[in-house]
C-alpha cells in the first residue's frame, strides 16, 4: 500500500536534506545547516521539529552513545526514512517545475537580482 | 534502524493524579501507575488540602520556582516573586514538568540543571547532553567560563521559548555576576 507523501515545511525540508545521506546526531545537524545555510537552529526547536517528522515517519532515529563530558546524555541520531526522501524529492520536483514555468526572462532577472 | 518510536509516552503525558500528599509536598502518579514523582510546596501551602491545592493551581497565580534548598517548589506568585526569585507561571509549564522525578537533591541546584528540568520531557535528554557536549568542547578550546555560561544561557533560553526565557535570563546574569564579584 502506497503511503501519501505529506507536504513539507520549509524547515522541515531543510531538516531532511542535512539527513537524506547521512545519520546525524543535533549538534551535527545544527553545524550542518549553519555550514551550508547560514541558519543557526536552536537545540529545543530541532529537536522538537524531529520528534513531529518521526511521529510523520518523515524520519528514524535510534539512541547513540553517552560520554563523561554530556553527563550521561545519550545522543540520538537521525536519518530521513524512505518517506522522507520521498517527500523530498516530490517537493523539489515541484520547485524545479515552479520555476520552469517562470518565463525565462523573469529568472535571468532574479539570478542577476 | 528504527528502534520504534522513541517517544511512545502517551501514557507517560496523560495528566497525573495526586497519591500522596504531605507537609513536604505533593507526589504524583502517571496515569497507569508507572511513576512517582515529587513537588514540593511553599511554607504557605503546607496546610491546604490536596483538593484547595488543585483549586487553587487551577485559578492561577502559581509559579514554580527554585526554593531555598534547591528544589523545584510550587508556590503563589504574591508570595515568591518579591523575594527577587525566578520562577516559571504554572500555566506556562506542561503537566510533564510537574511530574519529573527529582531522585537527587544535587540535581536542581545548578542553574543549569534547573533550567533544563523545564525543557519538554521528550526533549529533555538529548538538549541537556548536546549542551553539556558543547560547553565540554568550549572549555577545552579555552575559553573564558562566563563566556560558555553566556553562550549556554541563550541556547537554553531559545530552547524553553519566550514565555520564561527572560527570567532565565536574569537568572544566568545573577549568576555570573556572582562569579566575577560584582
Redesign the interface.
Known sequence: MTREIPELTRLEHILLSALATH?R???EIVETVKKAMGVSL????L??TL?RM??KQLV????GE??E???G????YY?A?GLGLRALAEERGLLRRAWRMSPSNARLAIRGA | ???G???DAAEELSPPRIVEYGPTGLALEYKGGKKISRLFLHESMKLMTREAILSAIGRGGYVIYQGPDGFARLGPRSVVVPAGVVAVDVEHVSIPMFTEELRDPTESRSWFDLATFF??R??R????????????KMTRRGYHRAWIEAVTAV?LA????SSWGAALWDLVVNFIKGMLGT
Open positions: 545519520e546526531y543535533g549538534l536552536s537545540l529545543g526547536g529537536y522538537t520528534h518521526q511521529r528514524e532515529s535510534r539512541w553517552t560520554t563530558e554530556r553527563g546524555a545519550r545522543r540520538r536519518k526514512s | 534502524m528504527s528502534e518510536s522513541p517517544f525543557l519538554s521528550e526533549i535528554e538529548v538538549v541537556r547532553g548536546d549542551i553539556l557536549e558543547t560547553r565540554a541556547e531559545r530552547s524553553l521559548g
